[in-house]
């Protein structure tokens, strides 16, 4: 699969989250990469920003949190269109829920890690 034809299918998946879910999230940018700057393909996404509960003051001026997806990771992992789907979507809600700061052990007794 090509860029294009993931980073479609990203946003594709972004669409389908809970409203409840996307419309707290301010100052934060999708990025689509090919892979981490490490380059390894282990990593899938990355939540690079101040979770909601450790920010201080913050207002204008504030450069965006980035939440990555990792295309050549998420392509290396899956054999089929459906857990592509199901990987990027899993990855998406994964990294949103660092910005609203639930660390990767309460994701893990989520079942979301």
């Known amino acids: 699969m090509n860029a294009e034809e993931f980073e ?24 689509v990469e090919d ?37 050549e990771p998420h392509l290396e992992q899956c054999e089929t269109l459906d857990e592509l789907r199901d990987e990027v979507h899993t990855t998406l809600v994964h990294e949103i829920a660092h910005f609203y700061g639930i660390d990767d052990e309460q994701l893990h007794e989520l079942g979301w890690a």
């Open 35 to 71: 892979r981490p700057e490490d380059g390894s393909l282990g990593l899938l996404g990355l939540y690079d920003g101040v979770a909601v509960t450790e920010r201080g003051s913050y207002g204008m001026g504030e450069l965006p949190d980035r939440i990555i997806i990792y295309r």
């Open 8 to 31: 479609a299918l990203v946003i594709e998946e972004l669409d389908q989250l809970p409203d409840d879910m996307v419309d707290g999230l301010d100052n934060v940018i999708f990025v």
